[in-house]
């Protein structure tokens, strides 16, 4: 239970001074508050034998107002030192879990969630962060103060006295340890339900449009009344054993009174004890109820802190799933990208993802990859990209396996347009210099006109400083396309990656969005993953993914011209349908029309 202040032992040193301050401080003041009990018994001896002079109450006062002071400066300063070391360690905690976070790749995420995250980013600190602080204080006051009491009890009144009154001392301890484990199974079961819990919320607020549109609101409502009531059971059961702390111990203590009081007044009667030692024995015996309580808060408190700091560790324990090598190559410019035999398995998939790819790419040329989805053109650019621990075979650059390359490097290189991309609750010119932070605002806005962002600028109320994102004005699926694609060219990065990056984007739009590529790029190499294959017909290299595998390959003209090819008939399909249709605007933003239905809906 303690070892959670073991654990935090790093913390402790590096705040070596605070904490001198606090602890001696709390200490020192363990022998200043015994003080008055004496004097007020030694007031009413002195009274009762009636050698109370002036001279010696005024001395005695004194003294007290003395105590008292120096309780006041003494008292102000461990508790501000105390507490604002439980800040500062929230503060530090928080900043390791954020830096870790930031720190894993796409394996990290897939196996926790969210809201779990969340939990333990907040809830799990703070329980961490009152042990160091209300923790350290109901550890020295259970332990040392109580201890000074006792000593002063059996030395200034009566030792016997002392010792019965505190027979009911090792019951507390015994009953209060069993609590102790109870809670600390307790509530690591009601800190996990918390994370369910939070993680349900936010898969709700993020998915509330389609909730709305699939008018699952009672259904979705059933299910987070699961949860909370799992949650509420949870914390009533770490509850119930948390109020037996206080009557218990209140108990006990209610039974060292009767002892002291019933034997206590023998002994006066039997004059072995004065008036004034039998006041100050009782007084004594009040004071001692705090740290007893604090035995009971202790080890409750310890044992949260404990099993929050498991949670805390565990998250930040967690290994770079990857991590660079220990003995990186600089490579200047890369000149050539080699898939040699790639074979390659998500953590969590129990088939390969994708099998055998041997695919070899020069600096300057422009590869398409095609397929159905699910076929793997995603899993083969996120090989380029470093985010899972290898497979079989390489991926090498200018000879070198990828996972040579220092990160820092192979980021610097590439420019990647996910699919569904992430715009930030900022300016849209902030997310557009995501990718380049000292761009001015001319290349912000010659950057999305590449994207063909033009005519939506002009629509937007600020233009470039119109705030998007979650908290900004709603942009279709198709326009956030389109500023991730001008985020990534404003990088003008060596390798572009766009990974179905138009694919809300109508034809039309994306093949003049295509033939500004194509000029910008001229000398550097681009990726281009894709369902519509007119989009890939002046790549290159084509390349057909079916399950994993390469099933066609060739330049477009190669496959248009090869019967039977799937490249080909998948072509002459698309085009067919285009020219019937005409050009139509963003047909595929489905996401713009459930917004609409969303909206409809709002009250
Ligand atoms: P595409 O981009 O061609 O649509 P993907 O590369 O996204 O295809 O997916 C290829 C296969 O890998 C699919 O079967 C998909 O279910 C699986 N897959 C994709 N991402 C993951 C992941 N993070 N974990 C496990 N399996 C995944």
Redesign the pocket.
């Known amino acids: 239970m303690f070892s959670v202040l073991a654990k935090l032992g790093w913390f402790f040193r590096t705040h070596w001074v605070r904490y001198t301050i606090a602890i001696g401080f709390l200490f020192i003041l363990n022998f200043v508050e015994i003080i008055p009990p004496k004097l007020i018994g030694d007031a009413i001896d002195a009274m009762s034998q009636g050698t109370l002079t002036p001279g010696r109450l005024a001395a005695m006062l004194g003294l007290y107002a003395l105590v008292i002071l120096v309780s006041y400066t003494m008292g102000f300063t461990w508790s501000y030192q105390l507490y604002g070391g439980s800040r500062l360690l929230e503060r530090t905690l928080r900043h390791r879990l954020m830096r870790h976070f930031l720190d894993m790749s ?1 394996p990290f995420f ?1 196996r926790n969630r969210t809201g779990d995250l969340m939990a333990r980013a907040t809830n799990d600190v703070l329980a961490v962060s009152q042990t160091v602080g209300f923790g350290m204080l109901t550890l020295i006051d259970s332990t040392t103060f109580s201890a000074t009491i006792l000593v002063t009890m059996a030395v200034w009144t009566h030792w016997k006295l002392t010792l019965l009154s505190l027979l009911p001392l090792p019951v507390i301890a015994a009953l209060v340890t069993q609590y102790g484990k109870v809670v600390h199974r307790r509530f690591t079961e009601a800190q996990d339900a918390f994370g369910d819990m939070n993680d349900q919320v936010l898969e709700t607020v993020s998915g509330m449009r389609v909730l709305r549109a699939f008018a699952q609101e009672q259904a979705e409502q059933e299910r987070f009344e699961r949860v909370n009531e799992a949650v509420y059971r949870r914390n009533v059961a770490v509850a119930r054993v948390e109020a037996l702390f206080d009557p218990t111990i209140k108990l006990l203590v209610g039974a060292s009174y009767l002892i002291g009081l019933g034997y206590g007044a023998y002994l006066v009667f039997r004059s072995e004890l004065t008036l004034g030692q039998l006041t100050a024995f009782n007084v004594y015996l009040g004071m001692l109820i705090w740290p007893m309580l604090a035995i009971g808060e202790l080890i409750n408190i310890m044992q949260r802190g404990n099993a929050s700091l498991d949670r805390v560790q565990e998250t930040l324990s967690h290994p770079q799933d990857v991590r660079d090598a220990d003995d990186p190559v600089e490579i200047a410019v890369p000149e050539e990208i080699v898939f040699d035999h790639v074979t390659f398995r ?1 953590p ?2 129990s088939v390969d ?1 994708l099998k055998d790819v041997t695919l070899s790419v020069r600096r300057g040329q422009t590869i398409g990859i095609v ?1 159905r ?7 083969l650019l996120r090989q380029l990209l470093r985010e899972y621990p290898p497979g079989q075979g390489a991926v090498r650059i200018n000879g070198v396996p990828l996972t040579r390359i220092p990160f820092e490097r192979l980021r610097a290189w590439m420019g990647y347009v996910p699919q569904e991309p992430t715009l930030f609750s900022r300016p849209l010119a902030d997310n557009v210099r995501f990718g380049a932070p000292d761009a001015s605002r001319e290349a912000v806005i010659a950057a999305l006109e590449m994207a063909g962002f033009r005519e939506d600028l002009a629509a937007l109320p600020d233009g470039i400083d119109t705030m998007v994102g979650e908290r900004g004005v709603t942009l279709s699926g198709g326009q956030k396309q389109r500023i991730a694609l001008a985020r990534a060219l404003i990088r003008q990065p060596e390798i572009l990656i766009l990974d ?1 990056a138009l694919s809300a984007v109508d034809a039309r739009t994306e093949a003049r969005i295509l033939a500004n590529i194509r000029k910008l790029r001229r000398g550097r190499t681009t990726f281009i ?1 894709t369902h519509r294959m007119p989009a890939v017909e002046h790549a290159d290299w084509v390349v057909v ?1 079916e399950d ?1 595998r390469m099933v066609e390959q060739g330049t477009p003209q190669q496959l248009l011209g090869r019967p039977g090819s799937w490249f080909r008939e998948q072509y002459h399909r698309q085009q067919a349908e285009q020219s019937e249709s005409g050009p139509a605007d963003e047909p595929e933003d489905v996401d713009g029309g459930v917004r609409d239905e969303a909206r409809d809906g709002e009250p």
């Not at 989805?373 to 899993?379: C, L, N």
């Open positions: 796409p897939e998500y969590s998939s993802n397929g989805t699910g076929s793997g053109k995603t899993t179905d993953a993914l994993g």
